[in-house]
Structures are given as C-alpha cells and as structure tokens.
C-alpha cells in the first residue's frame, strides 16, 4: 500500500500565477468589486447627486433672483455651474472611498482585504481609481443637467479634465485616510459635516473670492478646494480668480503627500489589524 506522501506526489502539479512588480489582476479586482458596489445602489451614489445639485442650481439661479446677476462680468448661473459640478465631484470621491472602508471596518471583513495579495500601493490605486469612476459618473450627469439651466462651452479641455479627476484624486486620498481613522459612523459624519462641506461652500463656488476683503481672500487662497473649482471653472467658461500655474503645482504636491500618507496608513495597518 503507498503511503500518503508517494500518493501525493502523484497528484496532478498545477502551475501558479506569478505576480509582478504590481500585482494588475488584483488592483482591477479590488476596482470592480468597489464600483459595482456603488453601482447596486445607483439611485443613492450617482442619481441622488444629481437632482440635489439640480435643486442647488435652480434655488440659486431662479428662486433667489440669481438670473440677471453679474459676477466678474460673466452671469452668475454660468459662473455657479462650473462650482456645483466640482462640489459633487469633491463630495462624491469622498463618500465613496470612506463609505466603503468604514464598512469593511463595522463589519470585520477588512483583514480579507489585508490578507490578499495586495500592497499597500495597489490597494489605493483601486480604491482611488474606483472614487474618480463614481466622481466622474456622477460630473458627467451633472453637467448635462446644467444644460437646463445655461448653455455651456468647453474652451480649456485640459484644465476641465486635469481640474476635475485632481478633485477626485484628492477627496478620494481623503476619504482613505478618515475612513481609516474613524473607528464609528459619527467621526466619519463629523469630518463630512466639519470639514469636507466647509470647506467647498467656502471655495468661491457660489462667488467670486475678488469681493473677499484683506485676509479673507489671502486665506481663501490656502483653500485647495478654492483651485480645484477655480481651475475647473476656467476649462468651462474660461474664467479663473487664481493663478492657474500656482494652483496646477499646489494640487499636484498636496495630492502627492496624500497618498504617501494613504500608503504609509495601509503599510503599517493603522486601525485595521486587531
């Protein structure tokens, strides 16, 4: 009779996938489970998004007498919609990656996560990437809903494109690190009620940062959300209040040194290992 390991050596050799420098196949799965996660509840991620800034739009322009208004010379409902697209860009990246950390974390299933074969840096390359797929959807309906209201242009494509997935990035990176930090629903909510929705409503979506008098408008151009919509805003109607050079190169570092930290936070397991 053979004993266990000579029937062993018989069993059949099955070949391993072998991973490379990035592990591709794991980053695209990690992707698609994030967005059909959004995508089962389309009406909540991406359509809801949509009408509400729809109704923001209209409140503004119609109900509080916005039509006929001129901010820097240009109608405030153009000058408002290029604004209401970026919050919901901003806002929408954030709740994204966040939503779905906080929730892995309340339901124990995030040490799946740190059990697969994924490095620090592919897990938020997938979960940034899945946030710009849900920004986007949800830029994409919203400017299209602004065709209902003023009649929009494209004269600046590569600010308008390097602007809006920037704005993804970084509230994704953003939504990475407080969904990582919080340990409960509230501090999650604290940090979207206190700092993420300050911080657009005072980023000159709604005017113009020039009428801000002395240190308002000097701390108005700390605000990184202030160039993102500024910058966005000028690849629609060809209008910026900032320095388009000066907001380019402060975008791409801050977005730099979030996701060195999103990495390090991954790397070292911060609040996910127990």
């Known amino acids: 009779m053979k004993s266990d390991w000579t029937i062993g050596q018989?069993?059949?050799?099955?070949g391993t996938r072998k991973i490379g420098t990035i592990n591709w196949l794991g980053v695209w799965t990690l992707y698609i489970k994030e967005v059909r996660r959004f995508l089962k509840v389309t009406g909540q991620?991406?359509?809801s998004p949509v009408i509400t800034t729809a109704l923001f739009m209209t409140i503004f322009s119609i109900a509080l007498g916005g039509r006929g208004r001129i901010v820097s010379d240009i109608p405030f409902e153009l000058f408002l919609a290029p604004g209401l697209v970026t919050m919901a860009v901003l806002q929408n990246a954030f709740a994204n990656t966040i939503s779905s950390l906080m929730t892995s974390k309340m339901q124990g299933n995030i040490v799946d996560l740190l059990l697969a074969p994924l490095g620090p840096g592919e897990m938020t390359l997938a979960f940034t990437l899945a946030a710009v797929t849900r920004a986007t959807l949800v830029g994409g309906f919203v400017i299209l809903s602004m065709f209902l209201f003023v009649?929009?242009?494209?004269p600046n494509v590569w600010a308008l494109l390097y602007f809006g997935v920037s704005a993804a990035i970084m509230l994704a990176l953003l939504g990475i690190m407080a969904g990582i930090w919080a340990d409960k629903w509230e501090q999650s909510s604290s940090i979207t009620n206190f700092i993420i929705v300050p911080l657009s409503f005072l980023s000159g979506t709604f005017y113009s940062i020039d009428r801000l008098p002395g240190i308002w408008h000097d701390l108005s151009q700390l605000n990184p959300f202030?160039?993102?919509?500024?910058?966005f805003r000028y690849g629609i109607i060809d209008h910026a209040d900032g320095n388009l050079v000066t907001g380019v190169i402060y975008i791409s570092i801050l977005n730099v040194v979030l996701w060195l930290i999103c990495y390090r936070m991954f790397s070292s397991g911060y609040k996910l290992r127990p």
Do not use: A, K, W
Request: charge should be negative; avoid cysteine; charged fraction near 10%.
């Open 10 to 14: 018989n069993l059949p050799s099955y």
């Open 45 to 47: 991620t991406v359509l």
């Open 151 to 154: 009649e929009l242009s494209f």
């Open 226 to 231: 202030f160039y993102l919509i500024d910058g």
